[in-house]
């Protein structure tokens, strides 16, 4: 093995002063004695260059296929990059979120909906006549064909549990949707269709976020036993939004302005949020090059698990149970004591306070009144006090999680607990497609993990 001294690398100089020697990962394979330097790009190296760390076959452990090349073993992605984004880039120590290189502090409550979605999707801010036609597009998106309005209605009101039921409507509708022209599905098509081809990229984007908006408020009228109400072209996103769920004043027949800025900029906070599980399961799916809404109905069975957006109906369930503040205390010292958990604290990336989160608290500072009125959220409040002065959690960095506050919002605008998750997927549908309009441009190449297998080999049958 080379000096590591000699050529820089541990000292910091190089042999030639006008043009430095690219950082290197220095392996020597214990086993064999052999020498590998791995290249060190943008703090990653490239997984693949340790398969060039061969050994001969251990008989005693043949499925470990040392001859192979070794691999990288990373249970959860805890420290691995699946792929390369200009979109997000969060800094979980500094506590900082930016969207294109631009920080969401200076985003919020400057930028609506529709300027985020564009920033996201197709890199810039848009110019007012861009605004303007993505809005008109978005608005023009033909309203769901009375089948897909069957599909929802085929689902009881009276189902054991009416949160699943949602969700199994949501992604019913989507195949509805999805199924209504299948010469948009590439395995029916037999050829690729959106690889590469940026027109049909954008066609299906615009179709996908103005049909999920018109599912999301359909299923909510049949859930809750209203009427849906076509979308109006001279109105917002979130305006037609709001308008197709019946969530309206009654004065004017049309949604309260507070409300719907509070939401602009609640959805300008949570648009994305770099590779989260259901981002990482609608670029799975999406790496095999099917239509968009396969995707994402992926991405909506990610979100629905206890440990992603599921997490927020536990939360509740949990406040739920407290049942009130004077009860707060005891819940503390069970989850102190290891015999409960809370859910809505804590972040796999965050080591400081969510940047997000003083934002959204002001949101909620401005709904003092509807939260005064609201039982579930006075323990939520409570519950948040107690453990910001508690040094267990304070000691541990267990703060409050963005998305448990943002589903606070929605809550004290009157949205039923079991349909947060609906209304976060369509905050997040901006984010998705940003990620879905870079996978088509770059490379295919469908994502396939390895594993380790542990299991028996070549056992006799009896």
Known sequence: MPDIASNGARNGTSQHADKPEPPVLHVVDSRTGKYFPIPIVRN???????????????????????????????????????????????????????????????????KKFIDTAHLLIWGEWPT??????????????????????????????????????????????????QSSQMDRIPAHAAKNLYLGNPKAVDDEIIRLMGSLSMITAAVYCHHTGREFTPP??????????????????????LPNP???????????????????????????????????????????????????????????????????????????????????????????????TDPRFIFIRQILDELKEEIARNPLLKVAFEVDRVASEDEYFVSRKLRPNADLFAALVYSAMGFPTEFILPLSLLSRTQGFMAHWKEAMSSTARIWRPGQIYTGHLNREMA
């Open 258 to 352: 507070q409300y719907v800025d509070r939401i602009e900029r609640l959805w300008v906070l949570i648009a994305d949020h770099e590779m989260t599980c259901s981002t990482a399961a609608f670029l799975q799916t999406a790496s095999s090059l099917p239509d968009v809404f396969s995707c994402m109905i992926s991405a909506l069975s990610a979100l629905y698990g206890p440990l992603h957006g599921g997490a927020i109906e536990v939360a509740y369930k949990n406040f739920e149970e407290i049942g009130s503040v004077e009860n707060v205390a005891a819940k503390i010292e069970r989850v102190k004591a290891g015999k409960e958990r809370l859910y809505g604290y804590g972040h796999r990336i965050y080591r400081v």
């Open 128 to 177: 007012p006549e861009e605004a303007k036609s993505l809005q008109e597009k978005l608005s023009s998106v033909p309203v769901l064909d009375e089948s897909v309005f069957k599909v929802i209605q085929a689902f009881p009101l009276t189902a054991p549990s009416p949160n699943s039921s949602i969700i199994g409507m949501m992604i019913a509708a989507l195949s509805a949707v």
């Open 44 to 110: 990653a190296i490239n997984a693949s260059e340790f398969k060039k760390l061969k050994s001969p076959e251990d008989p005693a452990h043949p499925e470990d296929q040392n001859e192979q090349g070794i691999r990288v073993f990373d249970p959860g992605y805890s420290n691995t990059a699946v792929s390369e984004s200009q979109i997000t880039y969060i800094d979980g120590l500094k506590g900082t979120i930016q969207y294109r290189g631009y920080n969401i502090e200076n985003i919020v409550g400057k």
């Open 232 to 253: 109006r072209p001279e109105l917002s996103y979130i305006e037609n939004f709001l308008l197709m769920m019946g969530h309206v004043e009654s004065t004017t027949g």
